[in-house]
C-alpha cells in the first residue's frame, strides 16, 4: 500500500538464506500495514511468488529481480526496514551491513558473522533462530515504532563508519600480512 513502511529483503532466493521464513512471517503481519520488496533472483522465485499469492499477500511483495548500482541503491534509500533472514552463520552477511550503511535498521538472525553488526536493541532486532513467529514480532515492533526503526539505523550507521570502511580492511589486512 502507498505510504506503508517499506520492508526489503535483498539476497539469493533459495531456501537457507531464508525468504520462506519470511514470507510466513510476512503472513503473521497481514493485518499491519506494510509493503515489501524482494530484490535477488535464485531457484526459489517461482515458488515463492506462487506462495505469495496462495497467500494474499500478492499485492504487497513485490519481486524486483536481482538489483545492481543505483536500482539497489534506491531499494536500500527507500526502504524503512531490512530483513535478514538467513538461516546459514554466513562470513559477514553483507547485505545486512549494506542497510546499516544507509541507516536502517536491520531484522533478523544473527548467525555468523551477522553476531558482529547485528546488535539487537542497537543496530537492529534479533530474531530466534528460524522461527517466522520470532521474526514477525519484531518486524512489528519497528513498523508500530518508526522512532525506534530512526534510532537504530542511526546507531547502525554508526557502527558501519567506524568498524566496516574500506580504511579499516585494508589497515586490518595490512596487520595480517605483518604479522605473517
Sequence with gaps: ?????TLLYAGRLESDKGPQVLLAALQRLAERPWRCIVAGEGPQRETLM????RSGLAG????????????????????NVMVFPSLLPEALGLAGLEALAYGRPVVGFALGGAQDWLRDG????????????????????????????????????????QRFTPERFLAGMAAVHEAV
Design 60 to 79: 504487497r511483495v513485490h519481486f524486483a529481480g536481482g538489483l545492481m548500482g543505483q536500482a539497489l541503491d534506491e531499494a536500500f534509500d527507500s526502504c
Design 122 to 161: 542497537e543496530t537492529g532486532l534479533v530474531a530466534e533462530p528460524w522461527s517466522a513467529a520470532s521474526l514477525a514480532e519484531r518486524l512489528e515492533r519497528l513498523l508500530t515504532d518508526p522512532a525506534l526503526a530512526r534510532t537504530l539505523g542511526c546507531k547502525g550507521r554508526s557502527l558501519v563508519l
Design 1 to 5: 500500500p502507498a505510504g506503508a513502511p
Design 50 to 53: 506462487e506462495a505469495v499469492t
